[in-house]
Antibody
């Protein structure tokens, strides 16, 4: 059974940092593009970042470029999101999501499995 | 980035009704479109991929169609458990989602 379990969310002051983690199980983690998608309270879904199977390519939404860093450790079946210089508008539930494209895909095709999400609140 | 415009933003329908949601892309995305269902407090669930491909285990009352810039998502015979927010999402380049359609039962 595919499982994605996020952790690391919480309350942080503006300008602060947080590191989110996503523990994957039930599939060959190194075969898949992985992404972070967020949802502000009462709002819609927004793609945040994605990372290629081997970590060689990383992409970000413009609003987080230079502040967030996506990474992965295939040996630990884990995905990470380092978030620095946090702003109030970064407040959201952050989901870890697996791309449905599978092994050797060169692009992201959308998400067939999602974690339960972890809430990040940026407030003083 | 490609903008995805869903309509309506919300709707109310009766059990058994046929429900249709549309999604329009700001440029041609061929069939690079997915539809998701999100129930309150839960993560989204992929229902339809590549504009019209029903995911395994998804009831056949759900369907999708379209290509290019105009897409349609249909529920044929609304059930109480279909209360949710539905999102379209394009993946021809930087992933973007529609703003969502909240579906309620009358």
């Amino acid at each position: 059974e595919v499982q994605l379990v996020e952790s690391g969310g919480g309350l942080v002051q503006p300008g602060g940092s947080l590191r989110l983690s996503c523990a994957a199980s039930g599939f060959t983690f190194s075969f898949y593009w992985m992404s972070w998608v967020r949802q502000a309270p009462g709002k819609g879904l927004q793609w945040v970042a994605n990372i290629k199977q081997d970590g060689s390519e990383k992409y970000y939404v413009d609003s987080v470029k230079g502040r967030f860093t996506i990474s992965r450790d295939n040996a630990k079946n884990s995905l990470y999101l380092q978030m620095n210089s946090l702003r109030a508008e970064d407040t959201a539930v952050y989901y870890c999501a697996r791309d449905r494209g599978g092994q050797d895909t060169a692009m992201v095709w959308g998400y067939d499995y999602w974690g339960q999400g972890t809430l990040v609140t940026v407030s003083s | 980035d490609i903008q995805m415009t869903q309509s309506p933003s919300s709707l109310s329908a009766s059990v058994g009704d046929r429900v249709t949601i549309t999604c329009q892309a700001s440029q041609d995305i061929a069939n690079y479109l997915n539809w998701y269902q999100q129930k309150p407090g839960k993560a989204p669930k992929l229902l339809i991929s590549d504009a019209s491909n029903l995911e395994t285990g998804v009831p056949s009352r759900f369907s999708g169609s379209g290509s290019g810039t105009d897409f349609t998502f249909t529920i044929s015979g609304l059930q109480p458990e279909d209360v949710a927010t539905y999102y379209c999402q394009q993946y021809i380049n930087v992933i973007t989602f529609g703003q969502g359609t909240r579906l309620e039962i009358k």
